[in-house]
């Protein structure tokens, strides 16, 4: 059977293209049910067709407060994250000097621990001191799981960087700010870059610290937590949406900018 | 640490400077606040939670650190449930996320052309959207009566789910099934990611080579592919299991109070029982327990399968 025959020369595409879909499916259910004028509290099943909740995005009370509070703190946390970890990704990859060893796991330990863990325990430390949970101690906390991911990413694109680039500048008479400014910060923006969205998105997304951190102070996440107990509103659909859409615009307008750069370097 | 107690630069003459001194002394200073911040945030914390569980009291009269090492042992007789249950649903997602995600990656590195980058950002994408939104999108989809749960029932795999223990009640919500469903969804992307990177680093001349020394595509995959694939596979199932047993989302959202994970346990000991010690006694098991667990499959495919 030449159908069979074709199923089993692309099996792989069939089972990833498989995955994709199971991928996909919930980002456009949210999606669906964004236009939905659910009956009861919840937005559980397909009513009817409504552009209510578009219209009225921040119709729901505190919804667009913990969405600009998530905010707020996804971009102190990714400021902070990134200067402290391109530092260190810096110093791990340029010197040598003793505890390297025990920095590199001191650094490797915060993504090897589930989260519930660190969690609970800077609660702990927080509670001994005393300190009063809210904003604060969400952003300390944001701060220290992101710093992890942004050295790993920086420390990657630093690593491939041809040390003499900088020899060269040195020789040309630049000094070590020239240097970094001219060539060094050029070079590594990318892998910054990519740290510093890694560690925004992570942030922007975190529910567990979050949850154990934050006192009375409620993030996105935690009211998208809360109000799975209370009836979801639809504005919460629109919100994912447009986060969504957002998202894959801007990584396929860089993608275009690559694309363009890279073809106009060819010519 | 050797980084703390570093000595400050000496004020030497102002006029002489020694350049090795201070260039000696540049990585320690870039490492400070950063370091500092991760000992005073996360190693700290650390000491300050084992201190935790070996106290005993109340929060009305005030805890004290009485060397109580039963919280351990009374905490682990009470709750090896939903330790054991979150072991199985969180190994039993990081399986079916290497079957899952391994032809996606397979697909991405050496099929997808110039849909590559396409395909790349689809596998990003979702992670845009609130894991919370999405994880409460299951909902739908395996709602009683909905689509999915319809299409099992008539094909009668319902059957043999709740045969297996899996399903109950020709429903899928609130069931073990749901929550492995939802914990396998959410950890995906930290899985396919991992196995692209190493996939993408195959040599694709490899391929042709096993051909052309008359090995099947299924050879070629068991004895080139997949043995070249590991660091990706051991990374992939690393970064899978380790937040998927610590996870309550999943089991919070998805699930009942009979498919409970151990995280559900700590945080409602911690936020709302308020008892301290049990929670510190119960989060420091989980991590023993996760760091056994890693140590040994570490050791296991490294003598194995990655000679």
Known sequence: MPALRWIRRNLIVIAGLLTLAYMILPNIVVMVFSFNKPKGRFNYAWQQFSLDAWKDPCGVADLCGSLGLSLRIALWATIGATVLGTMIAFALVRYRFRARGAINSLIFLPMAMPEVVMAASLLTLFLNMGAELGFWTVLIAHIMFCLSFVVTA?????????????????????????????????????????????????????????????????????????SAQRGTPVQINVIGTAMFVIAVAVVLVGQLIATRRKSNARK | ????????????????????????????????????????????????????????????????????????????????????????????????????????????????????NLVLVLVIAPFFTSFLIRTLAWKTILADGGAVVDVMDTLHVLDVTSWLGWTENNRVLATPMAVVCGLTYNFLPFMILPLYTSLERIDGRLHEAAGDLYATP????????????????????????????????????????????????????????LDYPTAAALSFILMAVVLLVVTFYIRRSGTEDLV
Not at chain 1, 165 to 176: I, K, Q, T, V
Not at chain 2, 12 to 19: M, N
Not at chain 2, 22 to 46: D, E
Not at chain 2, 85 to 101: E, P
């Open chain 1, 154 to 226: 920086v420390k990657a694109r630093v690593m491939s960087m041809d040390p003499r680039l900088e020899e060269a500048a040195r020789d040309l008479y630049a000094g070590p700010v020239q240097t970094f400014v001219r060539v060094t910060f050029p070079i590594a923006a990318p892998g910054i870059a990519a740290g510093a969205l890694l560690a925004f998105a992570l942030s922007f997304d975190d529910f567990i610290i979050t949850n154990f951190n934050a006192g009375s102070t409620v993030t996105f996440p935690m009211f998208v937590w809360g």
């Open chain 2, 1 to 116: 640490m050797s980084v703390t107690d570093a000595p400050p630069a000496p004020p030497t003459e102002p006029k002489i400077r020694k350049p090795s001194t201070r260039k000696r002394l540049i990585p320690y200073w870039l490492l400070l606040p950063g370091i500092l911040w991760l000992i005073v945030f996360f190693a700290l914390p650390m000491v300050y939670q084992a201190s935790t569980s070996v106290q005993t009291g109340s929060l009305e009269k005030g805890f004290q650190v009485t060397w109580h090492f039963r919280t351990y042992w009374d905490a682990f007789a009470d709750y090896y449930p939903q330790f054991i249950r979150s072991l199985l649903y969180a190994g039993t997602a990081t399986f079916l996320c290497l079957l899952l995600g391994y032809p996606l990656a397979y697909l991405i590195a050496f099929k997808a052309g110039r849909w590559r």
């Open chain 2, 218 to 273: 299924a050879t070629t995959f068991r004895k080139v592919t997949f043995p070249l694939s590991m660091p990706g596979v051991v990374s992939g199932t690393l970064l899978t299991f380790i937040p998927a047993s610590g996870d309550y989302v999943n089991a919070e959202l998805l699930g009942s109070t009979d498919t409970k994970m151990v995280g559900s346990v700590i945080q409602t000991q911690f936020l709302r029982v």
